[in-house]
């Protein structure tokens, strides 16, 4: 958690923002993924933000995208890296 990545804008409000999340395989469908998720929304509360951001992956299937939609957050912006393609999203608190 920190600072927005450079390549996506910038928010309108104050803000959390997930700079990466990764968890092992091995333990898929648990709910790590989430509960991290969870966590880094309590972290934004408890600094008094409003704004949790993240940006994925949004290639292939969009199973990631849907993923973080799954977990809350909604699409804010498509962008792309390069010619890797990615979605912007946050979740209000």
């Not at 910038?10 to 969870?38: F, K, S």
Request: include cysteine; proline fraction near 6%; aromatic fraction near 8%.
């Amino acid at each position: 958690m920190g600072p927005a990545h450079d390549y996506v804008p910038p928010a309108a409000d104050p803000e959390l923002y997930v700079q990466a999340l990764v968890t092992d395989r091995r333990h898929a469908g648990l709910g790590i993924g989430r509960a991290l998720l969870d966590r880094a929304a309590t972290e934004a509360r408890g600094r008094g933000l409003a704004l949790l951001r993240v940006d994925c992956y949004a290639g292939h299937d969009g199973r990631l995208v849907a993923y973080y939609e799954s977990c809350g957050f909604t699409r804010v912006a498509p962008f792309t890296v390069g010619e890797w393609p990615g979605m912007l999203l946050q979740r209000r608190l």
